[in-house]
């Protein structure tokens, strides 16, 4: 009982500092997704064995060049680029394992593209179309949320089928159904509330964070398990570390963000 009492007042600390700071300033949002993305950096470092202070100076950055400044359109469409390459090729490494020793270069490439890729565009997601929009980050949140908790709940009540056991025995193909199901029945719901985006482009919002969300989840899954650990830390108690509530949208707002910017544009 004690457990889960801690389980529960350390996520309902979490989620409210995040919504708490989305809906105040552009900046005062930044700031805490900075800090809080520096805490996902150090616990990743610690999974892939990297020691140095480099990373921590290339978010800072990357998040004042492409966060705060806004330095150019065209640059962060090129680190987009590359952070979506990057992601990709961790997709397939999760399908089609690579037995080769991951290099210095590879862990880096890794670090700068998929943890602080991650990182900034999840700052740069509530101001895609250049003005800040506390309502779509905290809506992409809650698809997330939702996601991962309607994944659990259908895939313990009915999940029979292994999505990919090797990396994590407990997930089901069942549970990611679920999950999807309802995070589209929630986008809807969120499209008459807030009115920000269309009905077919909040689906497609949906679908991505609960597709790539869920490979993000499973991504972290391989890294933990290759470092032979549990949790990524132990930063909220009951949860574990940072990096492991933040997994699914550092993966998957690159993502999302491209499709925003492109499907805006679509008739």
Sequence with gaps: MREVLIRALSGILYVALLLLAIFSLEHIYLVLFLIFGG????????LIGIRSLLPYLLLLV???VFCYYKWSPNATLIFLALTITVNSYLIKN???PSQRYITVAQKYGYTVFYIIGGIVFTILLPS???EYTSYLVASVFALIWINDTFAFIVGKSIGKHKLLERISPKKTIEGFLGGLFFACVASVFI???TGLLSLSLWLTVAATTSIFGTLGDLIQSQLKRQAGVKDSGQ?????????DRL???LFASPFIYLFLII???VP
């Design 39 to 46: 805490l996902c950096l150090y616990e990743f470092l610690k």
């Design 62 to 64: 990357a998040t004042a």
């Design 94 to 96: 999760l399908i089609r």
């Design 128 to 130: 895609y179309r250049g």
């Design 191 to 193: 499209y008459q509330f």
């Design 235 to 243: 930063l909220m108690p009951g949860h574990g570390g940072l990096y």
């Design 247 to 249: 997994d699914s949208i």
């Design 263 to 265: 499907l805006e544009y």
